[in-house]
């Protein structure tokens, strides 16, 4: 008996089989069309394609009936662990992205006590707010050096420095920088005043300043390209503390180039200090 003598037999078998137990099958081949399942039987030697059709549907129809036969709390319980699993993740993951934005911020406001802080400078040195006590002190919160929005911020502060000391005011300048980030910061622009290096967003946190994740820019410099790593960023907001060391004037909604103006209006407001009168 030659190969494809045998393999015909075995598929009129098999389709025999199938049209016998076609009405104990109807629901699982209704199941069976509407799952669109996949599964091929090897009867690539018959070349009737309705044959091949009908013994198709009859080993999906094996397959599913074997699933169907399986205890539900054998496939039930495992899915359910591992949905468990996932939906716990996924809360985790929101809770992790919401601290690492706003850290359980709480904003300062005008009148309440500012806090006490130390931060490295970009020379390197320990600064301490209490050792500026008694006198007015500007500090502008600034996402990273040597962008756009934040050189702007810093030089505009930069050229009006004297008009701020004049009303008995200092600045200084913080972000997620790292130091090395501020000296080449300060050195290009020339600036004026101290930055310091708020390298895990705790002072940020402390005013209530938004702290998000940190990144990496390149910039050139003397020539190099150079990458510059912030461990966080924060956003831009500006304080003044008064001379008794309340807050005094809040802005949360900085123009980087004009801030330093908005600071001197403020001042002025709060010392009755201006330009002199003009005859």
Not at 132 to 137: A, K, M, T, V, W
Request: aromatic share 8%.
């Amino acid at each position: 008996m030659s190969t494809r003598t045998r393999h015909s037999r075995a598929t009129i078998h098999e389709q025999y089989r199938f049209e016998k137990n076609t009405d104990n099958n109807a629901e699982a081949l209704t199941d069976c069309r509407r799952k669109r399942c996949i599964i091929s039987y090897p009867c690539n030697s018959n070349p009737d394609p309705e044959i091949h059709e009908r013994m198709r549907l009859h080993m999906n129809i094996k397959y599913l009936n074997l699933f169907r036969n399986t205890s539900p709390g054998t496939i039930r319980f495992p899915m359910l662990i591992l949905m468990a699993v996932l939906l716990t993740f996924a809360s985790t993951l929101t809770q992790a992205k919401g601290q690492s934005e706003t850290s359980d911020n709480v904003p300062l406001t005008v009148g309440e006590p500012a806090p006490e802080f130390e931060a490295m400078t970009d020379e390197g040195e320990m600064w301490r707010s209490s050792d500026h006590e008694g006198g007015i002190l500007v500090v502008f919160f600034f996402p990273a050096a040597m962008t756009g929005g934040c050189t702007a911020q810093a030089c505009s502060f930069r050229d009006n420095r004297s008009q701020l000391v004049d009303m008995g005011a200092e600045v200084v300048g913080i972000s997620g920088d790292q130091t090395r980030n501020l000296q080449i910061f300060r050195r290009t622009n020339n600036l004026n005043f101290p930055l310091l290096s708020d390298a895990d967003g705790s002072i940020a946190r402390a005013f209530g300043v938004p702290v998000r994740d940190g990144g990496t820019i390149t910039r050139e410099v003397d020539g190099e390209q150079v990458e510059l790593t912030r461990n966080v960023t924060t956003a831009r907001w500006t304080f003044i503390i008064g001379e008794d060391g309340n807050i005094a004037y809040i802005d949360t909604e900085v123009q980087a180039a004009v801030d330093s103006e908005a600071v001197l209006a403020a001042l002025r407001e709060m010392t009755g200090y201006g330009p002199p009168e003009q005859d």
